[in-house]
């Protein structure tokens, strides 16, 4: 599914917001790596988040922005109710007993 | 173009917003219980709340020619105090007559912890029990994509809920699909920097399509706009979708969704300017 404009279009609309936003992030890394202490921000998760992201974006399809989402978010663990059951902390709702 | 917004805070926005946001075509809002930027002391603290968004709100909103919905709950930050939360439960159907409101909400998690998981089954019981529509609120940021996925677990394992009357709110890029796929409705919100933007709103629209979707402001006391509504409304016209498109989302949607409930009673513009 896509809108109703062609390539062209879009193009033509996002060209100059895109290059806008390609500086933003360039600038902000380049004041990053001026500051002291740079190499304790290197080992930070969530610049390393930021660098997957940008070899994200230099890929191709239609998923990107849902992908890199992902490398933003925690892991989701299908066992999570087992879990939370383990430790007592999840009680069986009794849907006739008043709250 | 007459839009709804179908959440947005309005007791953390002053008159002047209603008056701008009539002026820019809504003629509706609904109004879910959130936390108040601090923890309330006890249940006679949420009391006062509810009275503020069943019979203030609806008043204040009128001024401007705008209809008020809302929604009740203990949200996921304050679900943390279990004992306080269960108190809140248990006072809620005291208000769940009055009119205009639509349900329980919103319920959800923040932080995706046992307390909030307690807490929003009692939630989803409660609207269970009531037969009452529910509104979900999805955590943040790199919380969202977990906790969007541990709600609709436990929605799905209770058998009284049926996935056409709870509308999973905030879904984006990644969560979107686990929203629509179980047939959930689903709204994105316009919130700067944290949320959506119009343009990946309507992204996102030109991916999903426009059946069981929504937007809104979710206009609150933080940095957030309470006209977001017209910011995508424009995006989807410079895009050049068409006008019945557009109107299906920001009108036809919410309405379809909001007339599940019983109180859901709604003039619509046209004959309301008829009446005048």
Redo the contacts between chains.
């Keep these: 599914?896509?809108?109703?404009?062609t390539s062209i279009q879009v193009f033509e609309?996002v060209f100059l917001q895109t290059r806008a936003k390609v500086l933003e992030v360039a600038a902000s890394l380049d004041r990053l790596a001026r500051t002291e202490g740079f190499e304790a921000v290197q080992s930070d998760s969530r610049y390393q988040q930021l660098r997957q992201s940008l070899e994200v974006l230099l890929g191709s399809g239609?998923n990107r922005?849902?992908t890199i989402?992902?490398i933003?978010?925690?892991?989701?663990?299908p066992a999570?109710?087992s879990r939370?059951q383990a430790?007592g902390?999840?009680?069986e709702?009794n849907?006739t007993a008043?709250? | 173009m007459y839009y709804i917004d179908p959440h947005i805070h309005m007791v953390s926005r002053v008159t002047d917003d209603y008056e701008k946001m009539a002026r820019m075509g809504c003629v509706a809002i609904s109004e879910p219980a959130f936390w108040a930027g601090f923890d309330r002391g006890s249940v006679e603290g949420f009391r006062d709340y509810f009275r503020q968004l069943t019979e203030f709100e609806p008043k204040r909103a009128g001024w401007s020619g705008i209809q008020h919905f809302t929604w009740l709950c203990i949200n996921a930050k304050e679900a943390e105090n279990v004992s306080l939360s269960?108190e809140v439960?248990?006072m809620i159907p005291e208000f769940l007559d009055r009119p205009g409101v639509l349900g329980i909400g919103e319920i959800g998690l923040n932080k995706?912890t046992?307390?909030e998981?307690?807490v929003f089954?009692?939630q989803v019981?409660?609207a269970?029990?009531y037969n009452e529509l529910i509104l979900i609120h999805t955590p943040h940021?790199?919380?969202?994509?977990?906790g969007t996925?541990?709600i609709v677990?436990m929605l799905l394992?209770d058998s009284?809920i049926k996935p056409e009357r709870v509308l999973i709110d905030h879904v984006?890029?990644?969560?979107v699909g686990f929203a629509k796929d179980k047939g959930f409705w689903c709204a994105m919100t316009l919130y700067p920097v944290t949320k959506c933007t119009p343009s990946?709103a309507?992204?996102i629209i030109?991916?999903?399509?426009d059946d069981r979707i929504m937007v809104n402001s979710a206009g609150d006391w933080g940095p957030s706009n309470p006209i977001a509504v017209p910011d995508f409304i424009q995006e989807m016209r410079?895009?050049?979708?068409s006008e019945a498109k557009i109107r299906k989302i920001v009108y036809e949607n919410p309405l379809e969704f909001f007339r599940q409930s019983k109180r859901f009673q709604f003039t619509p513009p046209e004959s309301a300017r008829r009446v005048q």
């Design positions: 599914m896509s809108g109703p404009m609309q239609t922005a849902a989402q992902q933003f978010s925690d892991p989701y663990d999570w109710v939370f430790t902390e999840r009680p709702l849907p008043p709250h | 269960r439960i248990a995706n046992k307390n998981s307690i089954r009692e019981d409660l269970a029990r940021l790199q919380d969202k994509l977990k996925r541990m677990d394992e009284r984006e890029e990644h969560t990946r309507a992204d030109e991916e999903w399509g410079r895009r050049g979708h």
